[in-house]
């Protein structure tokens, strides 16, 4: 049971736009801490795609986007594309727990 | 260009012990904030160890409490991960990590290709 809560799947055909939730509580999102989102690829490690709730870092395309609101935060991925299927999971911290917390992934089809 | 390159995974018998290492370059390495993440087979990303830029702070997750120990050493560019009384659900791709902030809250914006610690008699 992971402690950001993340849709299993979602699935969207090219071009449209998806977006993947992740909820948190008020000790993680709520509390005002950064959420960052990862991109993974099977057999390969993780991405950093989006940091600091909304900024992407060099080279990462300006079809991702995130933002949070309250205790969730989202990350949105317009005009998709067949190369965008991947695992994507959020990241934030957690003042509770003093640690670093994971959403539970969500795989992406593009149809 | 920053790499970093994990190494020591393998097949190893419950209750035994296994070192990772995680060799950095391309960075300052006693100025980065450094995290171990596995990764169970078809599973999500679970953060393991964390350990500060100058090796002051450490946490480890509640799973692996009292078994491994993270530690690091900035004459060689290389972080550890010391894993004792190893158990089946230990089972995992390991993952190094370079963090953006110094508090260890992340991102975590490098990461390394992992190295496969299979726990298994």
């Known amino acids: 049971q992971s402690v950001l809560t993340q849709p299993p799947s979602v699935s969207g055909a090219p071009g449209q736009r998806v977006t993947i939730s992740c909820t948190g509580s008020?000790?993680?999102?709520?509390?005002?801490?950064?959420i960052h989102w990862y991109r993974q690829f099977p057999g390969t490690a993780p991405k950093l795609l989006i940091f600091?709730?909304?900024s992407r870092p060099s080279g990462v395309s300006d079809r991702f986007s995130g933002s949070k609101s309250g205790t969730s935060a989202s990350l949105a991925i317009t005009g998709l594309l067949a190369e965008d299927e991947a695992d994507y999971y959020c990241q934030s911290y957690d003042s509770s727990l003093s640690a670093v917390v994971f959403g539970g992934g969500t795989k992406l089809a593009v149809l | 260009q920053v790499h970093l390159v994990a190494s020591g995974g393998g097949v190893v018998q419950p209750g035994r012990s296994l070192r990772l290492s995680c060799a950095a370059s391309g960075f300052t390495f006693d100025t980065g904030s450094m995290h171990w993440v596995r990764q169970a087979p078809g599973k999500g990303l679970e953060p393991v160890a964390f350990i500060s830029y100058d090796g002051g702070e450490k946490y480890l997750a509640d799973s692996v409490e009292g078994r491994f120990t993270i530690s690091r050493d900035a004459s060689k560019n290389t972080l550890f991960l010391q894993m004792n009384s190893l158990r089946r659900e230990d089972t995992a791709v390991y993952y190094c990590?370079?963090?953006?902030?110094?508090?260890?809250?992340?991102?975590?914006?490098?990461w390394g290709q992992g190295t496969l610690v299979t726990v298994s008699s």
């Open positions: 008020r000790s993680n999102i709520g509390a005002d801490y950064d």
């Open positions: 990590a370079k963090d953006m902030s110094d508090d260890g809250s992340g991102p975590m914006i490098y």
């Open positions: 600091g709730t909304t």
